[in-house]
């Protein structure tokens, strides 16, 4: 008989069933055919905007020898449809809404976030400072540290939910931004969006994102995210939720053995749609094989030999 272990994290205030959860993009309505979102740690919609957006240029996705490149954009068809619409969809489930925010300017995220907030079916705030397909210079506020600061603590300013920010990968010290968020009132941290790449079609000659470059996600990315979530969890005291790379349940334990408390799955869920159930239920093996009784025990033990 298969013993019975504690799944539960708090993620900075909000506390969820199981670490588990979808990265903001990788995520829809339409796969509620195939999964149960009762049995998720959380909901975590597509990046909304205040207005509607087209998205980028395709093509927009292509395979990498051990992950993806995409480069949508943020296509998104405004705060007012998404508050009408998608937060009145997700509403009917237990689990908890994460909202991911995206905006041109520091007042922006402040505005789409007090509307959000309006809203007692938000339990959570995702701040995407970090997109790296955006424009093709690959510009993001998450990228400045003094930005950071100023628009996390804008945003406090006008919300009392919790506030996750999403850190970019694609910077020379993640540990400066991370500080920064936490500084300024963030209550936890996503580490971290995708990593700012490109690939080319040797026959044509020609890039194989329409906008030239787009953010490198699965397998691949997953040892740079696991360094870096460590490289957080030595400085920082809110909680991380890991996201990079995570295809099994083993890749979600070393994430949180790294340092995180909760993780996000995104490429694995377009390979197999119940990805993250899958995940969950190996987790909870690897938790029986070993005799660990809480997923808490896991976070942040992993053993260096100095």
């Given at each position: 008989?298969?013993?019975?272990?504690?799944?539960?994290?708090?993620?900075?205030?909000?506390?969820?069933?199981?670490?588990?959860?979808?990265?903001?993009?990788?995520?829809?309505?339409?796969?509620?055919?195939?999964?149960?979102?009762n049995k998720l740690g959380a909901l975590v919609p597509k990046s909304i905007t205040m207005l509607p957006r087209p998205g980028n240029a395709t093509p927009r996705v292509c395979e990498t020898p051990a992950g993806m490149i995409n480069s949508i954009g943020i296509q998104s068809k405004g705060i007012n449809y998404y508050m009408e619409n998608i937060v009145p969809y997700y509403s009917k489930y237990d689990s908890p809404l994460i909202s991911s925010l995206s905006a041109d300017s520091i007042d922006e995220f402040a505005e789409i976030a007090e509307i959000v907030t309006s809203s007692k079916n938000v339990h959570a705030i995702e701040l995407n400072i970090s997109c790296p397909n955006l424009k093709g210079n690959g510009v993001a506020f998450g990228m400045d540290a003094d930005l950071t600061f100023e628009l996390v603590k804008k945003v406090r300013s006008v919300t009392d939910k919790p506030i996750i920010t999403k850190l970019t990968p694609n910077v020379t010290s993640i540990q400066e931004i991370a500080l920064a968020a936490e500084e300024a009132g963030s209550d936890s941290l996503n580490v971290a969006n995708t990593l700012l790449a490109m690939s080319i079609d040797v026959h044509t000659r020609k890039p194989k994102i329409g906008n030239i470059m787009g953010g490198l996600s699965g397998p691949g990315a997953k040892p740079v995210i696991i360094r870096m979530i460590y490289q957080v969890a030595q400085v920082v005291n809110i909680p991380i939720i890991g996201c990079g790379g995570v295809m099994n349940g083993e890749d979600a334990i070393e994430m949180i053995l790294a340092g995180a408390t909760a993780v996000q799955v995104g490429t694995a869920s377009f390979i197999q749609p119940d990805a993250m159930l899958t995940i969950l239920r190996e987790m909870e093996d690897y938790m029986e094989q070993y005799q660990i009784n809480d997923i808490r025990e896991l976070i942040g033990q992993v053993i260096i030999n100095n």
């Open positions: 008989m298969k013993t019975a272990v504690n799944m539960s994290v708090d993620i900075g205030g909000l506390v969820l069933k199981n670490p588990i959860m979808p990265a903001s993009g990788a995520f829809g309505p339409e796969m509620d055919r195939v999964i149960d979102f």
